[in-house]
């Protein structure tokens, strides 16, 4: 269990969110507190000037930048640091990675599933089926194909060693 921050000691819980996701073939969970506390004086005391905050993303050479605030005595510019960049990038080449094993396996299914496809029962040859013939492909699909596949014990011995493998 990983807490993100601990509740403040002077706090009532308001309400409370349990949720539930499925990633691959395990459950993650998540639970989000509302808490009420009492008003904290404020450490900055009012000026008086008005300002105004433009919501935009655009790409710096600072890094990225999400926000403008314009106020009578200039205009500040907040960004988010480049290794929050780095992180971004590193998840969308990951999410690239997978996106070309997918369309690999889709390919070998494609060209390999007019013989085996005989040998699978509907249960799981209909969703292989439609899986290969799909435009896009997405991971949880395969993976519900594959737990199935594990559990059936009709499949004959000689698809069942390419099941080992896997």
Not at 20 to 42: K, N
Not at 133 to 150: E, F, G
Request: glycine share 4%; hydrophobic share 35%.
């Amino acid at each position: 269990m990983r807490y993100n921050r601990p509740l403040p000691p002077d706090c009532r819980v308001q309400r409370v969110a349990v949720a539930r996701r499925r990633i691959a073939t395990r459950w993650h969970y998540s639970v989000g507190f509302v808490c009420r506390v009492a008003a904290q004086p404020s450490s900055r005391a009012p000026t008086g000037e008005v300002c105004g905050i433009n919501l935009g993303f655009r790409v710096t050479p600072t890094g990225l930048r999400v926000a403008t605030i314009a106020t009578e005595s200039g205009t500040e510019f907040c960004h988010l640091p480049k290794k929050m960049d780095a992180r971004d990038e590193r998840c969308r080449s990951t999410s690239a990675a997978t996106d070309l094993a997918l369309q690999q396996l889709q390919v070998l299914l494609r060209a390999q599933l007019t013989e085996l496809s005989v040998h699978f029962p509907e249960d799981i040859r209909i969703p292989l089926e439609s899986f290969s013939r799909a435009r896009t492909c997405h991971a949880t699909q395969l993976t519900s194909i594959i737990v199935d596949w594990r559990k059936c014990p009709e499949i004959p011995p000689h698809v069942r060693l390419a099941r080992s493998v896997t």
